[in-house]
């Protein structure tokens, strides 16, 4: 059975990764997406700055039932950043600043920084294949997914990443799908994950995307359980210049085991240079 305690912690970070893709929207074609799986051009970046409401008032149990009460709320400032290094190489970097109410824990302190770089694999009409590596550095806030806040150390991801687009600048789609596997550094459990997003564009300004975001804790010591959780992304996204975009929408979770039942809105603001 998941303690009231650990319930009220969660995972970790608002996708960037999510609010970067829908900076599909300013690709002029969606074959050339420069977000997620797609490369940045060389000498070319983006950054996503980011303001997220979290509350959560229930908490799934070790079944996955909706099982007991759960006190969580969270402001939280984030800035994606990525550069294309080479046509081929990209380098990506996440910081998050947080104000977090967890039960009787409380905070406000910087989240784990994310820093590395992605690689393309392979490239066809509407379509690409890459692999990405980052390094994970503790913070004062959410470190580990369902432990305390400030618990946890290093770690490393390994994420391989595919996704196709079609149509036009003024009407098309494009699909991803990501595959992760994060190692933590000492007792801390592993997690594999799994992120898929599917988006439309209305016309040359305006995109809508549909997200959903996994993780599995993976043999984690006694005092964490290994959880589960399963969150849904809706979103809008308006282009306003060949330079800037907007993007806002919520997230939910509606299935896990372990993790509390969480609710978000938000508003992202990219820069494209």
Not at 184 to 202: C, F, S
Request: hydrophobic share 40%.
């Amino acid at each position: 059975m998941l303690s009231r305690s650990r319930a009220k912690r969660r995972y970790s970070d608002v996708r960037y990764a999510g609010a970067a893709l829908a900076l599909f929207a300013a690709a002029t074609t969606c074959a050339r997406a420069n977000a997620g799986a797609w490369p940045m051009e060389d000498g070319r970046g983006q950054t996503i700055t980011g303001l997220a409401f979290h509350t959560a008032e229930r908490a799934y149990d070790a079944a996955g039932d909706d099982a007991f009460d759960a006190e969580f709320r969270k402001i939280e400032t984030s800035v994606f950043a990525e550069y294309g290094l080479t046509s081929r190489i990209t380098l990506v970097g996440r910081i998050a600043y947080q104000d977090v109410e967890a039960g009787v824990d409380s905070v406000r302190a910087f989240a784990a920084t994310e820093i590395g770089a992605r690689r393309l694999l392979a490239r066809w009409r509407g379509g690409v294949v890459s692999a990405q590596l980052l390094g994970v550095f503790p913070g004062g806030g959410e470190n580990v997914f369902n432990q305390h806040l400030g618990v946890g150390e290093s770690g490393a991801e390994a994420r391989l990443m595919a996704g196709r687009g079609w149509g036009d600048a003024q009407r098309g789609g494009f699909a991803e799908a990501q595959l992760g596997y994060r190692w933590r550094a000492g007792d801390d459990a592993d997690e594999a994950r799994l992120d898929v997003t599917a988006g439309w564009r209305i016309d040359g300004d305006w995109m809508i995307m549909g997200q959903s975001f996994s993780a599995w804790g993976l043999d984690g010591p006694a005092v964490q359980p290994d959880y589960e959780s399963h969150r849904a992304q809706v979103s809008v996204v308006r282009r306003l210049n060949a330079s800037w975009s907007l993007q806002a929408g919520g997230l939910g979770t509606y299935s896990g085991r372990d993790v509390i039942q969480e609710r978000a809105v938000f508003l992202t603001l990219w820069r494209r240079y």
